[in-house]
């Protein structure tokens, strides 16, 4: 699976949106993006995945560029309880399924 | 629906000790992991397993052993208990895995978390 790279913390003030990038200039062509958050001392969660076109839940968007080298996970409007370590993840699923975690990017939502 | 439940939530084991944490999915997922989380780190694979009766090694599986007798359950167990896995566990389950099953996303139990002393 490609490697991700994200920035180690980012700050955003409660109500504004958060842009969190992730770069993975290694994808190849059959690999998802998923990204998944971490609050504090509790398991990950699942945010949203994606494979070339954007994508929205009730949770957040995905912006995935033409060459897929990057993406961006947008909240819209984050809320304190979106303070956590969220997590970039380039998977191709396949008969060896698994997901591989990095240090991932510290969100803090200040009031 | 209960989801992924890890059982016991906190643990202290001494040197040398045994134990099993047990992990339970009523969602029918074939594919099960356990990872380990250090502080301040990302979440490392231990063991998954692909449906009852196959597991295979994560990336760090030394000090380890599973198994997978039933679809619902995956056990992992620590034979010798050793300071290097204090850690926090994480269980998780997914329903796909196979190219073109992108139903993938994982579902996590709340951990469980050790300290061998």
């Known amino acids: 699976d490609a490697k991700t790279t994200q920035p180690p913390s980012m700050d955003c003030a409660e109500g504004r949106a958060a842009n969190l990038p992730c770069n993975h200039s290694?994808?190849?062509?059959?690999?998802?993006v998923y990204w998944y958050r971490q609050i504090h001392s509790q398991g990950p969660q699942y945010i949203i995945h994606?494979?070339?076109n954007n994508e929205t839940n009730e949770m957040a968007s995905l912006i995935i560029t033409e060459d897929r080298k990057s993406s961006t996970l947008i909240l819209p409007h984050a809320t304190l309880r979106d303070t956590a370590v969220y997590y970039c993840?380039?998977?191709?699923?396949?008969?060896?399924?698994?997901?591989?975690f990095g240090k991932g990017t510290l969100l803090t939502v200040n009031p | 629906n209960a989801g992924v439940t890890q059982t016991p939530k906190f643990r202290i084991l001494k040197i040398g000790q045994s134990m099993t944490l047990q992990c339970a999915q009523d969602?029918?997922?074939?594919?099960m992991y356990w990872y380990r989380q250090d502080p301040g780190m990302g979440l490392k694979l231990i063991y998954y397993?692909?449906?009852?009766?196959?597991?295979d090694k994560g990336e760090v599986p030394n000090g380890y052993n599973v198994s997978r007798s039933t679809t619902e359950d995956f056990p992992l167990r620590l034979e010798l208990a050793a300071p290097s896995q204090t850690s926090v566990y994480f269980c998780?389950?997914?329903?796909?895995?196979?190219?073109?099953?992108?139903?993938?996303?994982?579902?996590f139990g709340q951990g469980t978390r050790l300290t061998v002393v």
């Open positions: 998780a389950s997914s329903a796909g895995g196979g190219v073109g099953l992108m139903n993938t996303e994982a579902f």
């Open positions: 397993s692909v449906g009852a009766g196959i597991t």
């Open positions: 994606g494979l070339k």
């Open positions: 969602m029918n997922h074939n594919y």
């Open positions: 993840i380039v998977h191709s699923g396949g008969s060896n399924y698994k997901l591989t």
């Open positions: 290694t994808i190849s062509g059959n690999e998802y």
